[in-house]
């Protein structure tokens, strides 16, 4: 009579996703049965269509931003250990571990960098404002809203926004308390 | 001599399940049944407690994996734009806003209000089947000897009991009604009619040992009424009928279904469409219309959802029935998941394999409420008055009301909610001159595509 969730995800596993992000022994088994119940075609892995069968993550404007941060570079599936390493992006960080691979930052600036070239260029910000508002604001004012942002944020006169400029220009908000979701136990 | 032995089965189920449940009284076996069995259940909760004490207990399985914060948009985007001065002019956008929609996102991701409507529920305690064995881990030599003697009792006992049971209460059904068919209308012919329905219900209750408790009977709907009830499966009808008699409405069918619809519809008038006329949404009210308006017609039975969900919330009514102008009487139906899960997970699992997990549970047990009749009010339209019998539901039963549509179990969400979302966003950016700036850019896509 054993348990049937430890036969598809083994302790050594449990123990492995522990360390590396450090999320709790329970959140992991619990997060694995929601990871599972969300994988419909029971593969393993998810794909971009599984998370959005979630109405609420589809009615959000930047649905599709969100998913994309779960997949690597090109890939179409992502699977457990993939899946846990995003959620430990916002995991609220404890004063004593205060761990540099996982941060809110970078994942919100990944919403913005589409390109991946880690820089915010005009035309991505231009894209995700056209996303969050959709038709309700025209060209030209989201433009001048676009070149303002930068011009606020960018240091280095090369008319985009990297991660250190994105870091400056949030420093006053608390990111931490903001991007980070309050798991229980 | 086998034949003996079939005979002697036969005899024994009739003597001591048909005849009561057919007049109505209770030899007491059930009860019996019942109280060990929730002795057992007791058991092994302490006992699986017991050797849990170290890791947190499943209890807080009903509590959620996560704690939102439940600000609204404004609030939230208010916070987060705090630490700087609002710009004087051209939008009021910061780089930070996104925060609240990713991470709105990301909580959704890990746990979302719909979803988890569409899967049975979380025990907070194992009962001994092993179908809700998800997390539980071995614990002693008692606890296993007791499932593995459960497994014998459920599978080897008591479903070919219900099985036998089931079969003969449905060709009662056909025969029965199809005979009072046959006389001419009358009061006898009604009389006769609801005896014979009731009746097959019953013994199908007794093929699924279910103890239902009716609450509040004198609000029982009446002739002429709409009953509306929360729907988690194809047996609530029996639940219901048990007690009282409906006319059903639906989609005839074909195959064995078909035969019981034809069969049922001889005896007293139900609402059955074919296929196409379903699409018809004039042709469906007036058919609904006009029974209603014949009083000497019985209330027809309506499950508003329009899909079966897993019996923790109410999802959103349709609003077809609440349009008729009829009285509504509306009816919460609460199972009790320890026992069974009376859930049927229609894209899992097909009727046949639903009916057979059914069959080898331990019980059904369920409260039925019967609410005060409700009529719409002045001024209020369809779906408000809807969602008013929604809310007065999910509060008898101990259920989440929510707004999400039950549809949502096979499509996909209409874009206009996200349109929405977009919509008050814009807002927040360049406050409330949205709508002609809406205009300037279909004015501008217009000058580009002429």
Known sequence: MGSRASTLLREEEIEEIKKETGFSHSQITRLYSRFTSLDKGENGTLS????????ELAINPLGD????????????????????????????????????NYSGDFIAFRLYDLDRDDKISRDELLQVLR???????????????????????????????????????????????????RFLH | WPFLDLVVWLYLIISLIMIPAMFGFSLGISETYMTILMKILEWATVKIQKANLDVELKASASNGLIQREDGSMEKELGELRRSRPKPPVGGDFTLSDCFYFSRKGIESIVEDEVTQRFTSEELVSWNLLTRTNNDFQYISVKLTLVYGLGIFVRYCILAPLRLTLA??????????????????????KSWLSEWV???????????????????????KPKKGGICVANHTSPIDIVILCNDSCYAMVGQIHGGLMGILQRAMVRSCPHVWFERAEMKDRHLVTKRL???????????ILIFPEGTCVNNTSVMMFKKGSFEIGATIYPVAIKYDPKFGDAFWNSSKYSMVSYLLRMMTSWALVCNVWYLPAMHQQEGEDAVQFANRVKSVIAHQGGLIDLQWDGGLKRAKVKETFKEQQQKKYSSMVVGDDSSSNRHEVWRVWHLNNP
């Open chain 1, 48 to 55: 971009r269509e599984d998370f959005q069968r979630i109405p």
């Open chain 1, 65 to 100: 931003r969100i998913i994309n941060a779960f997949f690597p570079e090109g890939e179409d599936q992502v699977n457990f250990r993939g899946f846990m390493r995003t959620l430990a992006h916002f995991r609220p960080i404890e004063d004593n571990e205060k761990n540099k």
């Open chain 1, 131 to 181: 996303m969050m508002v959709g038709v309700n604001i025209s060209d030209e004012q989201l433009g001048s809203i676009a070149d303002r942002t930068i011009q606020e944020a960018d240091t280095n006169g090369d008319n985009s926004i990297s991660f250190n400029e994105f870091i400056k220009v949030l420093e006053k908000v608390d990111v931490e308390q903001k991007m980070s979701i």
């Open chain 2, 167 to 188: 079969l003969i209460g449905l060709s009662w059904l056909v025969i029965g009604t199809s005979t009072v068919g046959l006389l001419p209308n009358s009061r006898i």
């Open chain 2, 197 to 219: 329905h009731v009746m097959c219900y019953r013994i199908c209750a007794r093929g699924l040992s279910a103890a239902i408790c009716y609450h509040n009977r004198e609000n």
């Open chain 2, 289 to 299: 219309k006009d029974h209603v308006n014949d009083k000497t017609k019985l209330p």
